[in-house]
Structure formats: C-alpha cells, structure tokens
C-alpha cells in the first residue's frame, strides 16, 4: 500500500525559506513514476510546483518556482524534499505531494498522480 505524506509548512515573512518534506511507503523512487508537489490557493485550482521522474531523472519547475525552489532527491530515505527560498506572498498555499507509478507521462497535471498526501499549509506573511 503506497502512502505519501507531506511535512515542514508553516508561517515564514517574504523572503525567507522553508522546506517541506514527501515521505513515500510502498513505493520505491527509484522506480518507473515521477514525484510531484502542487499547490493550491485560496480560490485557485492545485496546480503543478515541480517534479522529478526517476526513469530519466528529469525535473520540471513552474515558472513561478524557477529559480527559487528546488526539488531533492534521498533514496536513503524514501524521501523527497522542495526547498523553497525567496518566498513571496503569492506561494501562500497548501502544498501536497504526490506519486505516479506510471513511466511516460509528463507528470505536470495532477490526473497524472495516483497517491496523494493530506496537504500541509505555507503561509507568507510579515
């Protein structure tokens, strides 16, 4: 049984930093599959941060994350991290996480994922 869980939101001023934490069981990152962190806002649709696929060991940023954030991989762990610098009012959201166990996909939508975590919430603010 595959579970993910999100950790390490939390209140942070602009331009600060944080890291949040994907915790996967059941599923081996080293695998065929991407993992995915999305976000969604108040009154806003979860849309995609970034994620790396294990097959080619490719990452993909959101423009609103390039630059900033940066998705790390420790498969001593099972873990996968999004440190997250520079941080702005508008990255106020809650973040998930999320698996695919599929290869192939471009794992930028969140119909692409399978397994999701309960979510964990950043909030930017002075």
């Known amino acids: 049984q595959v579970q993910v869980g999100e950790s390490g939101g939390g209140l942070v001023q602009p331009g600060g930093s944080l890291r949040l934490s994907c915790e996967v069981s059941g599923f081996t990152l080293d695998d065929d ?3 995915g962190w ?4 108040p009154g806003q649709e979860r849309g995609v941060v970034g994620c790396i696929s294990f097959a080619d060991i490719m990452t993909y940023y959101a ?3 390039k630059g900033r954030f940066t998705i790390i991989k420790d498969n001593t762990k099972n873990t996968v991290y999004l440190q997250m610098t520079s941080l702005k009012d ?3 959201a809650v973040y998930y996480c999320a698996a695919a166990a599929d ?4 794992y930028i939508i969140p119909e ?3 397994y999701w975590g ?3 919430q950043v909030t930017v603010s002075s």
């Open 33 to 35: 599959g991407a993992i």
């Open 38 to 41: 999305f976000r969604q806002g």
């Open 63 to 65: 423009d609103s994350a």
């Open 90 to 92: 508008e990255d106020t």
């Open 103 to 106: 290869y192939g996909l471009a």
């Open 112 to 114: 692409d994922y399978e």
């Open 118 to 120: 309960q979510g964990t």
